[in-house]
């Protein structure tokens, strides 16, 4: 039998506070209810930049919150807990196509 590995939320206990709602709310309004990082619309999440499981004292401040859309927060969260690199050519790639679409 396969050996069954278990992934520990550590930020639970927050995300499903009353107090969680409200700041949720804050931070996408803060951000204008688009992906920080790639300016996408629709169903936003708020991410803690800082993560509960390292940095607990900061699950609640609002400057440590950042609206991401489901792929930019995948990709941050791979990132964290060390499940790949990204591409640095690739980044730039994204970098000059958003900066394109600035322009527009």
Request: charged letters at 35%; one cysteine or more.
């Amino acid at each position: 039998m396969g050996m069954i590995r278990e992934y520990r939320r550590h930020s639970d206990k927050v995300t499903r506070s009353r107090r969680w709602k409200g700041l949720r709310l804050e931070a996408l309004r803060r951000d204008g209810f688009q992906c920080v990082k790639c300016g996408a619309r629709g169903r936003l999440e708020v991410d803690h930049i800082k993560p509960v499981r390292d940095r607990p004292d900061l699950s609640f401040v609002l400057a440590n919150l950042q609206s991401l859309c489901g792929s930019c927060h995948s990709r941050k969260t791979r990132l964290e807990i060390g499940l790949g690199r990204e591409d640095p050519a690739r980044e730039a790639w994204k970098a000059l196509l958003r900066k394109g679409l600035q322009e527009q």
